[in-house]
C-alpha cells in the first residue's frame, strides 16, 4: 500500500483554504481587538483633565479671600513656603491657643522641618499686633476672632499642600 494515492471516498485535503481562513479570522479579531484599545484610550483621554486650570472654579468656592500680601505677616522665608503649600496660622500672644495647637496636630502633627519643606505642614505663627487669628495660604487669608472657628479647620485641610502650583 502506498500512501501517496488519495484513498477511495475521501477528497484530497485543501490546506490552502482552511489556512487563509484561520488567518483572515485572526486579522479579524486582531482589527477588533486594537479598534478597542484605541477606543478605550480616547475614552480615558477625554476624561482626563491635566493641564485643565481649574482654579476659577476651584476657588470661587474655596474657604478663604484672595490676598496677595502674606509678607504683611511672614518673612521671606516662611513666604516661600507658603509657595509650596504650607499653611500659617498667625496670631497674637507669647503662645498659641490650644484649639491651634489641637488644629496642627490633627492635620499635620508637630513642627517638622521636613513637612515644610515639602508644603505639607501647617505652622503656628505668633506675631505681635495680629488682629484675631489670620490663617494664609498660597493667595488666600482667612481673618477670625475665635481659634476655635470651625472655619479654620475647613481652610487649612482645603489649602494644605495646594502651593502656588495649585
Known amino acids: 500500500m502506498s500512501s501517496d494515492r488519495p484513498q477511495q471516498g475521501h477528497p484530497p485535503p485543501q490546506p490552502a483554504h482552511g ?7 485572526g486579522l479579524l479579531a486582531l482589527l477588533v481587538g486594537l479598534g478597542a484599545v484605541v477606543l478605550l484610550v480616547i475614552w480615558f483621554n477625554s476624561r482626563d483633565d491635566a493641564g485643565v486650570d481649574r482654579s476659577g472654579a476651584a476657588t470661587a468656592t474655596a474657604p ?3 490676598f496677595d500680601r502674606p509678607q504683611q505677616y511672614l518673612d521671606a522665608r516662611q513666604v516661600a513656603l507658603l509657595d509650596k503649600g504650607d499653611v500659617y496660622v498667625v496670631s497674637a500672644g507669647a503662645r498659641p491657643a490650644a484649639p491651634l495647637l489641637a488644629l496642627r496636630e490633627r492635620l499635620s502633627g ?8 515639602a508644603g505639607q505642614a501647617v505652622v503656628l505663627v505668633q506675631k505681635a499686633g495680629t488682629d484675631g487669628v489670620v490663617a494664609l495660604a498660597h ?7 475665635d ?3 470651625p472655619r479654620l479647620e475647613a481652610f ?8 502656588a502650583g495649585g
Open 64 to 66: 478663604g479671600e484672595v
Open 139 to 145: 493667595g488666600r487669608r482667612l481673618q477670625t476672632a
Open 147 to 149: 481659634p476655635a472657628d
Open 19 to 25: 489556512t487563509l481562513r484561520r488567518i483572515g479570522g
Open 110 to 117: 508637630p513642627p517638622d522641618p521636613v513637612l515644610e519643606q
Open 156 to 163: 487649612a485641610s482645603h489649602w494644605l499642600g495646594r502651593g
